[in-house]
Structure formats: C-alpha cells, structure tokens
C-alpha cells in the first residue's frame, strides 16, 4: 500500500508550520515517541494548538 503523503498532509491537523514531517506519519510518531510525546493528529483541536504533546495534555484533550 502506497503513503498519499499529499492527501495526509492536507488532512493533517498540526499547526506546526515549518514542521518536515507533514504527511509522514510514521516520521512524525517515531520523532514524538523518541520524545515521549504524542502526535498532533491525537488532539482536539484545541489541544493541539498548545503545542504540549504531554500524556497530560492529551488526557485533557483526546481526539477519540
């Protein structure tokens, strides 16, 4: 199965502009996992835009 980094990089709902990692998924989770942190796309809205990628943050501020 082929990555459409395309169609993921416009549906992708980091507002991290100058991020390189947009529309790569498995770049952006494994640079967050290194970190302890969790990506973007596990976020409302609302708690992306505070750019804490923190367990707290997102127990807070789950997407699903």
Do not use: V
């Not at 082929?2 to 494994?30: F, L, V």
């Not at 967050?32 to 707290?56: K, N, Q, V």
């Amino acid at each position: 199965m082929e990555c459409n980094q395309e169609r993921i990089r416009k549906d992708c709902p980091c507002t991290y502009e100058p991020c390189s990692r947009k529309g790569r998924c498995c770049e952006c989770i494994a640079y967050h996992a290194r970190l302890g942190e969790y990506p973007a796309c596990f976020f409302t809205p609302e708690g992306e835009r505070t750019w804490d990628r923190s367990w707290e943050c997102l127990s807070r501020h789950h997407r699903y």
